[in-house]
C-alpha cells in the first residue's frame, strides 16, 4: 500500500527556535496533503490544507504565520514551526491524498512528537 | 507492530437505521482512540476521542466504546440519515498513530 513517511519522528528544542516536518509521499504522487496536530489528551485536529504549488489553506485559528506550509512538489510537503514555544508541543501528523485508482484515498505520517522547552 | 483493523470495509443502509462500525487493534499500549469522519477532498473531522482509561464517548447520534483488553472499539451511530455518507476512520495512539482502512458507509434515503 502507498506509504507516507514523516521526519523527524522526535524532536526537542529550545523555545523561540524553529522546527521543519517533512511529509512524504513515498511511492505515490499526492495534489493535497493535510496538516493535523494533536494535543495532549485532546482530538486530532485539522491546522491546514496543502496542494501543490499553491498556498496553504488554513483552519480558524491556526497562525499562518507561524505555521509555514511549503507543498513544492507532489511528493513532499513541510511544515514549519516558527518560534516555537512550549505551548506548541504537540503531535503532528500529516496526510497525503490521491486519488489514483479513482477513489480519493488519504494515507497518513506516523506523526512528528514536537516537545519545546 | 501495531494494526488496526475496521469492518465492514464499506456499508449500505436505508435511512433511518442504526448502525455499528467496528475497529480492532492488536495492541493494547494506546493513549487514546479517536474516530473520524472523512469527506472526499476533505481533512478529517474528529468525532468522538476516547481515552485509555475510559470506555465511552457520546455526542448527539454517535456513540463510541473501548474495550482496551480485547482491542475493540465500535462507533454506533443512531437514527442514520443520508449526510452521515462517509468514509469513517479509527485510530489509535501509541507510539505513533495508527491508521484503520477505513469503511464507507453510505446512507441511502
Known amino acids: 500500500g502507498a506509504v507516507v513517511s514523516q521526519h523527524p519522528s522526535r524532536v526537542i528544542c529550545k523555545s523561540g527556535t524553529s522546527v521543519k516536518i517533512e511529509c512524504r509521499s513515498l511511492?505515490?504522487?499526492?495534489?493535497?496533503m493535510f496538516w493535523y496536530r494533536q494535543f495532549p489528551k485532546q482530538s486530532l485536529m485539522l491546522m491546514a490544507t496543502s496542494n501543490e504549488g499553491s498556498k496553504a489553506t488554513y483552519e480558524q485559528g491556526v497562525e499562518k504565520d507561524k505555521f509555514l506550509i511549503n507543498h513544492a512538489s507532489l511528493t513532499l510537503s513541510t511544515l514549519t514551526v516558527t518560534s516555537a514555544h512550549p505551548e506548541d508541543s504537540s503531535f503532528y501528523i500529516c496526510s497525503a491524498s490521491t486519488t489514483a485508482g479513482g477513489t480519493d484515498t488519504q494515507y497518513f505520517g506516523p506523526g512528528t512528537r514536537l516537545t519545546v522547552l | 507492530k501495531q494494526e488496526v483493523t475496521q469492518i465492514p470495509a464499506a456499508l449500505s443502509v436505508p435511512e433511518g437505521e442504526n448502525l455499528v462500525l467496528n475497529c480492532s487493534f492488536t495492541?493494547?499500549?494506546?493513549?487514546?482512540l479517536q474516530w473520524f469522519r472523512q469527506d472526499p477532498g476533505k481533512g478529517l473531522t474528529s468525532l468522538l476521542l476516547i481515552q485509555s482509561s475510559q470506555r465511552e464517548q457520546t455526542s448527539g447520534r454517535l456513540n463510541a466504546s473501548l474495550d482496551k483488553s480485547s482491542g475493540r472499539s465500535t462507533l454506533y451511530i443512531a437514527a442514520s440519515q443520508p449526510g452521515d455518507s462517509a468514509t469513517y476512520l479509527c485510530?489509535?495512539?501509541?507510539?505513533?498513530?495508527?491508521f484503520g482502512t477505513g469503511t464507507s458507509l453510505t446512507v441511502i434515503p
Open positions: 511511492d505515490f504522487q499526492a495534489t493535497t
Open positions: 495492541d493494547s499500549a494506546i493513549y487514546n
Open positions: 485510530a489509535v495512539l501509541g507510539n505513533q498513530f495508527y
